[in-house]
Nanobody
Framework: QVQLVESGGGLVQPGGSLRLSCAAS????????MGWYRQAPGKQRDMVAG???????NYAGSVTGRFNITRDYAKNTVYLQMNSLKPDDTAVYYC?????????WGQGTQVTVSS
């Protein structure tokens, strides 16, 4: 069992930056895939960024060049650095962990980009 707790969300102006954190606890495996998804009202939950146990990353086209996902194995924490934020980035951001057919989700953190 893995527990994920997101933090770092909030209100930011367009063009600003925000750093999300996902702290993992429980049955942690270093080879798990970690990622961030987001969901805006009335829209599906989409992948934003992912990172494998070996450090390989993937990004949605809409965030490539603006967002960066990293992981700190010592702290069992995954981060999402979000730069040049746009109003369209407004959503609830969810951390996810996947390994061996099991998927675990955090409860989400709200990110609002507005003037």
């Amino acid at each position: 069992q893995v527990q994920l707790v997101e933090s770092g969300g909030g209100l930011v102006q367009p063009g600003g930056s925000l750093r999300l954190s996902c702290a993992a606890s429980g049955n942690i495996f270093s080879d798990s895939h970690m990622g961030w998804y987001r969901q805006a009202p009335g829209k599906q939950r989409d992948m934003v960024a992912g990172i494998t146990g070996s450090g390989s990353t993937n990004y949605a086209g809409s965030v490539t060049g603006r967002f960066n996902i990293t992981r700190d194995y010592a702290k069992n924490t995954v981060y999402l650095q979000m730069n040049s934020l746009k109003p369209d980035d407004t959503a609830v951001y969810y951390c996810v962990s996947a390994r061996a057919g099991e998927t675990f989700w955090g409860q989400g953190t709200q990110v609002t980009v507005s003037s």
